[in-house]
């Protein structure tokens, strides 16, 4: 009673303990079998360290009513079935013929008796049909009956030829300890930190220590704090950093993690080849990627391969080795900001939501990938889903300023993306002050800031920009200018361009685009020559633009920045009585159906000039889809089959030197 009370008043006092981090609440999740109950039970047992991921969560996990409640049977099972399941509890291998000479039972007593209601079997190997049953059998046994269970694997495996992990369970059958067991502990510990199985390290590191004593008992603890680093549970890092002699670069990169710091010298702290190689390609990937998306790739698929393995939980060594969390977390976000790069947004969100339901991802580089998960959402589906809204909650210490300005940047997209340029303006113009320039430098999609200035009707914060990004690339004292650089200066170029000059500006801007080599920044290009002709009146070429970013905008993801989408969302906001400027809502969002009815009759002159390429047939086929027709509507409006439009389609790409029906129709609204 006396230990419920504070735990009680903790829970209500404040919402940390509902901080639960992705891949800690996947954990979670799959341990109570999916039972809510169990779920929620278990949340108020656990600290706030637990459910963030930077304290290693109890194993077993404790047995809460709600679980045992599903399991009412476990109360009356035999002695026999109970010794079963309690030695299938505590076994860290799942081979039957182990668990079976253990107890002494025959197979029939697992398959027929009352173990096989709780107990798979399959191909030589057992594991619990319900991860809950584990729990309660593990509570209900006391300190003797677990020792002689220990005890009784421990003999069987070293018959079989297993002696390390006799020596784990040798280890805890005794029961004052022992000190000439924890060396061999602290080298078992070392050997599964070295394959990359950081809470088996941690958890026979700290039995190490609890055996030994001086030299053997600090040395248990380094390991330890290095383990728990590596898994990315800081707080575990620092105390078993400060017990240990040789534990100083563990607990200053756990610190520095806990800080928000970006680099947190995590090279001074790995042991093993596959985590060497790891942080090597992020590292390299991330020097390339400003400028090549491509290089940066080829750099992470050097690696990536060896990390694709799962390793199976209940296992010794005998999965593939691969590297540790907490640095595959730092190059899953660095495979994210690459697929961010090359403007594939889908792929992108794929790989970090992936990454965040397995791993520390808050942790890495300074927070980056809470700034990235959060961007992705609104760029994707214009708000901020529950992982990464738990990202967010779970990252331990202050936020470094790079996410402090991506959270600005947050805010210009959200109002960009619903037709307040206004606020847009402001929030973009507050983020590059605290460091929106470098987020922009990693590609993170974002409005681009003069066109949205020229929107907002800031003329005189456009051009100071304008001039600033053209000291930087032009001016006689500026270095080789980075691509980013490049593509907002063509942008910007475009958004305050003359009439006499906009059509030069804009096919300067789309030459910068195809460098860049993004479908994304490639469909912001066509958005600001869309609506910088539409400021000059030239409604039809504006609609053709516009056609052309929403194809390149629905190819990367970018759901929210749809020129339709906006200009709906303008319109709600209008009519719930949001504040906003009139001038905001162009003649390019209130007239499109016009335009685009308008367009319907330009739109065969665009394609006249494929004429000299292009059959008759051919061009009928390459005409219609451009438009936006599929294969089967164009089969129907020229009465042909599929398979002919689908032959006469895959000749127009070779000769126009296309690969996608979106370049299709992108080729055809530009060359016009």
Known sequence: MTSATPRTEEHTAGIQWRNVAPHVSVTLSDLVNGDLAARTQLENLLTADHLRGVALLPDPLPAVPAARAAHPGLAGLDDGTRRILLTAAVAVVDRTDVLLAATGAGIADVVSGSAGHYLHLVGGRFRFRDPRVRQIVHDDADLATRTAVHAG?????????????????????????????????????????????????????????????????????????????????????????????????????????????????????????????????????????????????????????????????????????????????????????????????????????????????????????????????????????????????????????????????????????????????????????????????????????????????????????????????????????????????????????????????????????????????????????ARALERHGRDADAAAHQLAARALFAESGAVAFLPDRRAAASSDAHRTGETGRAANVTRLDVGRQQREAREADAVPDRFAHWGELLTGRELDVARLVAQGRTNRQVAEQLYVSVRTVEVHLGRVFRKLGVRSRTELAVLAYRTA
């Not at 079989?160 to 029961?175: F, I, K, N």
């Not at 707080?235 to 400060?242: G, L, P």
């Not at 391969?305 to 977390?329: G, I, K, Q, Y």
């Open 153 to 529: 694997l421990a003999n069987v495996l070293r018959v079989v030829g297993r002696p390390e992990v006799a020596l784990w369970h040798t280890a805890l059958s005794t029961m004052e300890g022992d000190s000439l067991l924890a060396d061999g502990l602290v080298e078992l510990a070392e050997r599964h930190l070295v394959s990359g199985d950081t809470a088996r390290a941690h958890e026979v590191a700290r039995e190490a220590a609890s055996q030994g004593d001086g030299v053997t008992r600090r040395r248990a603890s380094g390991v330890a704090s290095r383990a728990a680093l590596l898994g990315g549970h800081i707080a575990d890092a620092v105390t078993w950093a400060r017990q240990a002699d040789d534990a100083g670069p563990v607990l200053a990169a756990a610190l520095d993690l806990h800080d928000g710091e970006p680099n947190p010298r995590l090279a001074d702290v790995v042991v093993s080849g596959h985590d060497r190689a790891a942080l090597r390609a992020a590292v390299c990937s991330l020097a390339v990627l400003h400028d090549s998306a491509g290089r940066a790739g080829a750099i992470l698929a050097e690696v990536l391969p060896d990390v694709a393995p799962a390793r199976r939980a209940e296992a010794w060594f005998e999965a593939p080795e691969r590297p540790t969390p907490l640095v595959e977390a730092h190059l899953r976000v660095v495979q994210t900001l690459v697929a961010m790069r090359s403007g594939d947004l889908d792929r992108a969100a794929e790989v970090l939501h992936d990454a965040a339901r397995r791993l520390p991802v808050a942790l890495a580089l300074g927070g980056l990938g809470v700034a990235v998960a959060r961007r992705l959402d609104l760029v994707r589906t214009g708000s901020v889903s529950g992982t990464a809204a738990a990202l967010e909650g779970s990252a331990p210490g202050a936020k470094a300023g790079v996410v402090r300005a991506a959270l600005l940047g947050d805010r210009a997209v959200e109002a960009a993306c619903t037709g307040r340029d206004v606020q847009a303006a402001t929030f973009l113009g507050l983020a590059a002050e605290r460091g929106g320039a470098e987020l922009r430098a990693w590609w993170l999609p974002t409005p681009d800031p003069v066109e949205l200035y020229v929107r907002a009707g800031q003329q005189r914060a456009a051009r100071r920009h304008l001039a600033l990004l053209r000291a930087a690339v032009l001016g006689p004292a500026s270095r080789p200018a980075c691509l980013r650089l490049r593509l907002d200066l063509a942008r910007a170029e475009v958004a305050l361009a003359e009439p006499a000059t906009l059509r030069r500006a804009a096919d300067h801007a789309v030459e910068v685009s195809l460098t860049v080599g993004s479908t994304f920044e490639r469909g912001l290009t066509e958005l600001v020559i």
